[in-house]
Each structure stands twice: as C-alpha cells, then as structure tokens.
C-alpha cells in the first residue's frame, strides 16, 4: 500500500505532535517523496485485519484563506517553468473535452482573482453536494453534466476550468476543521480543493464551500486525485470502515 496521509511540508513548522503512522498489527513502513513533494509512506499489509491510525496537534494561525481580488493572471509565456503541467489536462480534468465550454462561460469575465472566483461561483451553484453522490471514476467532465458531486468533483470541475482559461490549477487535499462556521457544523473529514496560480503565487480556492475558510491542513498537491490518494491498494482489499478528525484545542488545554 501507499499511503498519503502526513501533513504537508509546507506546514512542518507549526508541528507539535508530529503525525507518526501507527499500525496494528505492527509492520515495518518507509517513506519516500513523490515527483510533487508530498510524503508518501509504504507498507506490505499482512494476510488479514490491519488498523492504520495518525493523529497530529499543529499550530494554527487562525487566519482565513487570503483573498487578493487585485491579483493578475499571466500570459502563458510569462508563466514559469514549473507551473506549466498544471494548465495541462490530466485523468481527471479533461480540459480538451471542456475548453469550448470554459471559453463560452468565462471569456467575457474579467482575468485574474475574478475569473477563478467566477468559475468558483459557477461551480458552486451548478453542482449538488451529497456523500451519496460519491463515485471515485467521476471527471470534471461528468460532474459538469450530472451537475452532482462531492468535495473532489467540485475541485475537479473548477481546476479543469482554469486551465481551460490558461490559468494553472493543482489539486489539494487535506483536512478542513470546522473553525469558525456557524452552526450546526459538519463532521471533520477529509477534503478537497484546488489553488490558482495568480500575479507569482499559488491561492486557495474551494468552490465546495466557496467561503474563506480557517484551519485548513493541507496533505498533499498534485495534478488531480490520481495523485494525491489517501490510500493506493496492490491486491484485493476491503476497507471496513474509517474515521476522521479535525478539531479544534485551546492552548489552555494542552
């Protein structure tokens, strides 16, 4: 199995409690860095049951995700070097089959912050959320014509817009708390959403939610789900069951 669960580098200095794999029984594991940076861990599941559990206590800012309405977008030989696999279609956006349909959706709209929050507002409106609409084979393509989904479609869907619009768009995951939202708050779980590549950086942007949100934990980036998968199986398996959590502790707890 490889298993793509650890907290993003990128967040390794507000780490407390590092998020150490522990499994039962116990098994040896490696790890190892994919081709887009993110930390990977290797088992050889044993005959049988095995439990796989991870928990983390990490500082956070208590900061939203910035919003910049005032950031450009490049032309697409201003881009750099490593941005450019990120306009390019992949297993789960399929910008040749939704360019024309970007283009006739988005063409007029301002550039920039405005035209990834248009698709944003786009996506967010045409499609349904519902765990019962989960399917792991789903594509931007689908989504955009079965107008249902969750998270991952949702950030299927608006990464393949942007890149259709010549802006570059990786997929993340991670896990989303429920900091700051209003009652009755969802189940911490683990979720998905994409950032822009805009005026020489990379933005957040979730058009499940579409709201800035706090104590987003990233885990992984990569060009759509096929990269970033909780989880990859060599042989037949049976997940029996899993549980998530995100939550919030005071530093007077600790």
């Given at each position: 199995?490889?298993?793509t ?9 507000d ?6 794999i522990i499994?039962f029984?116990s098994i ?5 860095r994919?081709l887009f940076g993110n930390?990977?861990?290797r ?10 559990s991870?928990?983390a206590?990490?500082n956070?800012s208590?900061r939203?995700?910035i919003?910049?309405p005032?950031a ?5 030989q ?7 696999v ?7 956006c399929e910008t ?13 709209s301002s550039t920039?912050?405005g ?9 967010h409106q045409?499609?349904v959320?519902g765990y ?12 955009f014509?079965e107008r249902?989904?969750?998270c991952r479609?949702?950030a299927?869907?608006?990464?393949a817009?942007?890149r259709c619009?010549n ?8 896990y989303l ?12 779980d ?10 020489g ?11 800035p ?8 980036r990569?060009r ?11 042989g037949p398996?049976?997940l029996?069951?899993?549980r998530v959590?995100a939550?919030?502790v ?5």
């Open positions: 199995m490889i298993l669960v650890h907290i993003h580098f990128t967040r390794a200095f780490i407390v409690v590092p998020d150490r499994t029984p040896p594991i490696t790890g190892y994919d930390w990977c861990s088992i050889v599941a044993p005959k049988g049951q095995l439990r796989i991870a928990d206590l990490l956070d208590g939203s995700d919003v910049a005032w450009e977008q490049h032309l697409v201003d881009l750099p070097d490593d941005t450019l990120f306009l390019l279609g992949s297993r789960y040749d089959r939704l360019s024309q349909t970007a283009w006739d959706l988005f063409g007029t920039g912050w035209r990834v929050q248009a698709i944003c507002d786009f996506v045409h499609v959320f019962e609409h989960a399917r792991p084979t789903r594509t931007a393509w689908e989504t014509n249902i989904g969750v479609d949702f299927h869907l608006a990464t817009l942007c619009m802006i570059p768009a990786r997929y993340c995951t991670g708390t429920d900091i700051g939202t209003p009652q009755p708050y969802s189940s911490p683990f979720a998905a959403w994409f950032e822009a590549y805009l005026d950086g990379w933005y957040t942007f979730d058009p499940r939610n579409n709201v949100r706090i104590g987003r934990v990233l885990i992984a990569g759509d789900a096929a990269d970033v998968a909780i989880s990859n199986t060599f398996n049976t029996k069951g899993f959590w939550e919030e005071s530093v007077e707890a600790l």
